[in-house]
């Protein structure tokens, strides 16, 4: 029988959560059948040879379900495709399978809230929204999350900020835009071409508010909900082999989410009421997605703590061989900073202020292009249906060379090193983005010579790359610098950085922008205000990267000095 391609999305899907559950079962049956005296006493023996090769730059796989055989291996051999130990699968899978939840989740939000907002108030009412909506809902949220994490377990504040997520988009698919005649019945018009993107944001009330949902999930999902649980549950040694192939199945997310809008968008595109339907689909498959998210959350931590007993034992005998007092005072615990320590923490730290200047100046130059972009993109695609149908087919170009550049991207790091990898980001970004700024000028002086649509390929392209760079590249190399930080900078600091500085960044650009805009009446006429804008802004970034670099020389030059000693 041949199946659809959205029954075939359904079934792979299906496939997937149940293969996470059965494997999950058969690991707790087959994993902790032995007593808890035997386990121990394998782990003793096998932790103390660990301890004691550890010196000659030796590691120890201790995998109980093969009977609490210990393995040695070093760093040099496991470099292959594939980097990833037997013992270390399912941590891997679990945390893989997150990611492409998360990031699908975010595409279909990210080419909704684009096809609302850009289709009935026009591009150039973008950085306004982000500056007045976007910014100070950001902030609020970074004051309730940090304020929560005091109150909450890390358990009940994970759930208590993912779910109100999927909870609106489905009031919005099933209540909100049904009703979306009597929700804008008000009327807001202005002769002034700048002033009338706000008050068109203000009529389409629904629409601006389902982006700055988007918006937040776009800064919290991957980066304060998947990063926070990476770096919570994995060493320095795991992260080198870890983060460059997480991408790998997330990078599958956009494809699939571009497959399925496109066939949702295409099958409704004969009803009038289609693009109601295609919401409601899409809401359905993100609230499926959330309750899966939720499910892997507790799977990851329940492995996390079979561990625990093993690093107990670590501990212990670490401490014998190395003839520590076993009376040792104990250090009294911290208490946890407020958000306004943890800002201070962020400003006073060179390290966090250099990983917030990454992560402002991404955000700064994909704002400069996007916005531009997405307007030419309406001038082009009138209709709703055939923008989505355009942002689907981007988001599934973007999951493809994602993908070819992520398995390269282990590679990339080992041969390049942080700082010289890291620099390849925004290098790219500017390569692209240049040429297509002049597309846009040459266009608007002389449109036979360079036609809008030739100058929108270009862009498509300079965005692909932004997002291509930034899921294969930026995402795991910015991970990195917190995994040596302390406690306060890897939770409060990341919390301010992730969600914070990508609003400032989106909030600096989007006030150049709308400044522009009001002077000028449309964002094409801003072009090389915003080429020297963006100049300026990779040259900051980059030498943002070069501080986070001497960072990590400085790291392996204390590690080699007490290594000797």
Request: with cysteine.
């Amino acid at each position: 029988m041949k199946l659809s391609p959205w029954k075939k999305g359904g079934l792979l899907y299906g496939l997937v959560l149940l293969a996470i559950i059965l494997e999950a079962n058969a690991r707790n049956s087959n994993l902790w059948s032995q007593s808890q005296r035997t386990s121990l006493e394998k782990l003793q023996f096998n932790k103390k040879h660990e301890v004691l090769n550890r010196d000659k730059g030796h590691a120890i796989d201790v995998d109980l379900r093969g009977g609490g055989k210990a393995v040695a291996k070093s760093e040099s051999e496991k470099k292959s495709w594939f980097p990833i130990y037997k013992s270390e699968l399912p941590q891997f899978i679990y945390l893989s399978v997150m990611m492409f939840l998360i990031i699908y989740v975010y595409t279909t939000v990210r080419d909704t809230k684009d096809t609302l907002v850009v289709s009935n108030c026009g591009a150039e009412s973008i950085p306004f929204l982000k500056m007045y909506g976007v910014t100070p809902c950001a902030l609020l949220f970074i004051v309730f999350y940090s304020k929560m994490s005091t109150v909450l377990s890390k358990q009940a504040l994970f759930y208590t900020t993912l779910m109100p997520f999927f909870i609106f988009y489905t009031v919005f698919a099933f209540i909100m835009f049904p009703n979306k005649d009597i929700l804008h019945a008000g009327t807001f018009v202005t002769s002034i071409p700048g002033l009338q993107n706000i008050f068109n944001l203000l009529k389409y009330w629904s629409f601006s508010l389902y982006f700055i949902v988007s918006e937040l999930w776009a800064s919290t999902g991957v980066p304060l909900f998947f990063w926070q649980i990476a770096n919570d549950i994995t060493t320095m040694s795991q992260a080198k082999r870890f983060y460059p192939l997480f991408a790998v199945t997330g990078n599958l997310a956009p494809i699939m989410s571009g497959k399925v809008m496109s066939y949702l968008v295409s099958s409704q595109e004969k009803s009038s009421d289609g693009f109601s339907i295609t919401l409601k689909k899409l809401a359905m498959i993100k609230g499926a997605s959330g309750v899966a998210i939720a499910v892997l959350y507790k799977l990851i931590y329940h492995e996390a703590r079979k561990l625990d007993v093993e690093n107990l034992v670590t501990k212990k005998i670490s401490k014998k061989i190395k003839n520590e007092d076993a009376n040792k005072k104990a250090i009294k615990k911290k208490e946890k900073p407020s958000f306004a320590e943890s800002l201070a923490l962020l400003t006073n730290d060179k390290n966090l202020r250099s990983v917030a200047m990454m992560v402002i100046g991404y955000n700064i130059c994909i704002e400069l292009t996007e916005v531009l972009w997405k307007g030419i993109l309406r001038k082009v695609h009138t209709t709703e249906a055939s923008y989505m149908n355009y942002m689907a087919s981007f988001s599934s170009k973007v999951g493809c060379i994602a993908i070819i550049l992520q398995l390269s991207a282990t590679f990339i790091i080992q041969k390049l090193g942080w700082t010289n990898a890291s620099q390849l980001t925004p290098i790219a970004m500017l390569a692209l983005a240049l040429p297509f700024f002049i597309a846009v000028m040459a266009s608007r002086y002389n449109e036979e010579l360079i036609p809008l649509s030739t100058a929108l390929a270009i862009g498509t392209w300079q965005n692909i790359a932004n997002k291509v760079c930034k899921y294969s590249l930026f995402d795991p190399l910015k991970e990195m610098c917190y995994i040596s930080m302390d406690p306060e900078a890897k939770t409060k600091g990341k919390a301010a950085i992730d969600v914070m500085g990508s609003r400032i960044g989106r909030s600096l650009s989007a006030a150049t922008q709308q400044a522009l805009v009001l002077l000028t009446g449309s964002i094409l006429e801003c072009v090389p205000y915003l080429a020297f804008f963006y100049m300026g802004t990779v040259g900051l970034w980059i030498a943002a990267v070069k501080t986070l670099g001497d960072m990590f020389n400085d790291q392996k030059s204390e590690k080699k000095a007490k290594a000797q000693n």
